[in-house]
């Protein structure tokens, strides 16, 4: 059981807190997690999380008058990042009570005690120390949790073939840290900071990039299926949904990411204020 202190002191350490040199070499480490060759390895991954979506919201649909898309890119963010990053399996679509998710919808609640503690912070501090009240969110506790006992698990298996993702990365950083030619060493507290950060970071971010992609391709049919068409011509193409396919995937870089590597489609970037219109 974490207390607030610990999870404060837990916070101040991840690397979106850090600056300077800290900050430098914290993201020295952390970079590589994001190569094309480990990028390419997780693809598999990320495909069979996403069918868990489709069936997952697919069944959904069958059984209740709507589905709350944003709730299910919310639990297929959760389960891709923590089956990529860590080999954790949350569940999130397959069991609609699993606890992963619902820790992570709760971490982004805006409640009035939460509010009520971020104007302290900015307004009173002083009142935040003297109650020693924490700002930060209480379900940050389980992800610690859970990050503790998957590098407890890993620390106990027997030697063999690593899985070369995000947590291996942060446990090489930190076991590396005798070693007088390491150039960033990681404490424990650090590597479950980063590794927290890294769940709840990739979490809101993608799941509100999916939500709000998916409405404003449902407002607006013509471009949805411009888009339907560009994948099925190159799923045609290759077989399949492959990595590759997706990197040419010109269409779905200019949706998702408001403008495209090629300039084509360019011309997407100035659709979007008044798709909102409509
Ligand atoms: C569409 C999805 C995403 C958006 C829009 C997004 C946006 C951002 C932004 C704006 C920042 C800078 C924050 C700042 O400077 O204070 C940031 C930082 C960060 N994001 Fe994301 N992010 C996304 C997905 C992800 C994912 C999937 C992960 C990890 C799995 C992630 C991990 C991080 C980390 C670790 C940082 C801190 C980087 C640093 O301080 O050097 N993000 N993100």
């Known amino acids: 059981m974490n207390t607030s202190h610990e999870r404060d002191q837990t916070v101040m350490e991840m690397l979106s807190v850090k600056n300077g040199e800290g900050w430098k070499a914290l993201r020295a480490i952390m970079t590589p997690t ?84 971020m104007m302290l912070a900015i307004f009173a501090p002083k009142l935040i120390k003297l109650f020693r009240l924490s700002i930060n969110a209480t379900e940050t506790d389980f992800f610690i949790e859970v990050v503790k006992q998957t590098v407890a698990a890993r620390e106990a298996r027997e030697a063999g073939p690593r899985r070369g993702d995000f947590l291996d990365l942060l446990m090489e950083a930190r076991d590396n840290a005798d070693n007088p030619d390491t150039k960033h060493v990681l404490s424990d507290r650090s590597l479950v900071a980063q590794s927290v950060l890294f769940i709840i970071a990739g979490y809101e971010t993608t799941a509100n990039l999916l939500a709000f992609s998916t409405y404003l391709l449902a407002k607006n049919k013509d471009q949805q299926r411009r888009l339907r068409d560009e994948l099925q011509k190159i799923v045609a193409e290759k077989g399949d949904i492959t990595y590759q396919g997706i990197m040419e995937a010109k269409l779905l870089d200019a949706c998702l990411q408001g403008e495209s590597r090629d300039s084509t489609y360019g011309s997407i970037t100035r659709f979007t204020p008044t798709w909102l219109l409509h």
Do not use: H, Q, W
Request: charged share 30%; net charge positive; hydrophobic share 40%.
């Open 34 to 117: 994001f190569t094309s060759g480990k990028i390419k390895n997780m693809f598999p991954l990320v495909c069979d999380k996403a069918d868990a979506l489709v069936k997952f919201s697919m069944k959904e649909a069958a059984e209740k008058p709507y589905v709350d898309i944003k709730k299910n890119f919310g639990r297929y963010t959760m389960d891709t990042i923590a089956s990529c990053a860590f080999g954790i399996e949350c569940n999130s679509l397959v069991d609609e009570k699993a606890e992963f998710p619902r820790k992570a919808e709760a971490f982004f609640n805006v409640s009035y005690t939460s509010v009520a503690k």
